[in-house]
């Protein structure tokens, strides 16, 4: 890891603030890239807060969050963060032949309408950069309003998650690497 997580007893007061706030909520704990922002006070402050929102209270139920979770995960090759949300993606209720087939950066077959729109929004935001009318159109039958906003907040804000955890080198204690070296082909459309 490139940024050594900091001591409580080496935090400053707004460092020490938001470490008590994210440690008294449903995280918990302060880990992976939690720790390194809070190298950042105000990023810290701020992404934990909208992470917060888009773990726990997002309109898409967990099933389809953590399915999107997983997809920007795989996209972005971020060990971290796939071992923890492929695990909770399970509990969910996402198949494990759906989470295999992600990892092995092949489309799933079986999704559901809801999944399969998710899975082709997100594929297409990622490599094209954008979204057709014809897609949001499809997308938006499928989710509807507060749900596509969502999705969209999610999949930025695991966006930079993935980034934070690549950048620094975030590994998870039951992983060799923070990456997911063996999966570096890119994922199917």
């Known amino acids: 890891m490139r940024l050594k997580n900091l001591d409580y007893s080496d935090m400053n007061q707004a460092q020490k603030k938001i470490y008590d706030d994210i440690t008294s909520g449903p995280r918990g704990s302060v880990r992976g890239p939690l720790a390194i922002w ?20 997002s309109s898409l139920e967990p099933l ?3 399915f999107a979770i ?6 972005w090759g971020s060990g971290y963060e796939w071992k923890v949300h492929s695990k909770i993606a399970i509990e969910a209720g996402v198949t494990k032949d759906i989470i295999q087939s992600i990892s092995q950066g092949k489309k799933p077959s ?6 399969q729109a998710i899975y082709e929004f997100t594929m297409k935001l990622n490599t094209d950069k954008k979204i057709s009318d014809e897609l949001y159109k499809k997308t938006y039958e499928s989710l509807g309003k507060d749900r596509i906003v969502d999705l969209v907040g999610i999949l930025g804000y695991y966006t930079l998650i993935s980034m934070t955890i690549n950048v620094f080198g975030v590994q998870h204690s039951e992983m060799q690497s923070p990456y997911m ?6 994922i199917e459309i």
Request: aromatic letters at 4%; hydrophobic letters at 35%; proline letters at 0%.
């Open 110 to 115: 079986h999704m559901s309408e809801e999944q």
């Open 64 to 66: 389809l969050s953590e």
């Open 38 to 57: 809070m190298h950042r006070a105000g990023l810290a402050d701020k992404a934990q807060s909208l992470g917060a929102y888009c773990r726990y209270s």
């Open 181 to 186: 070296d063996e999966l570096e082909s890119e």
């Open 70 to 75: 997983c997809l920007i995960a795989r996209i």
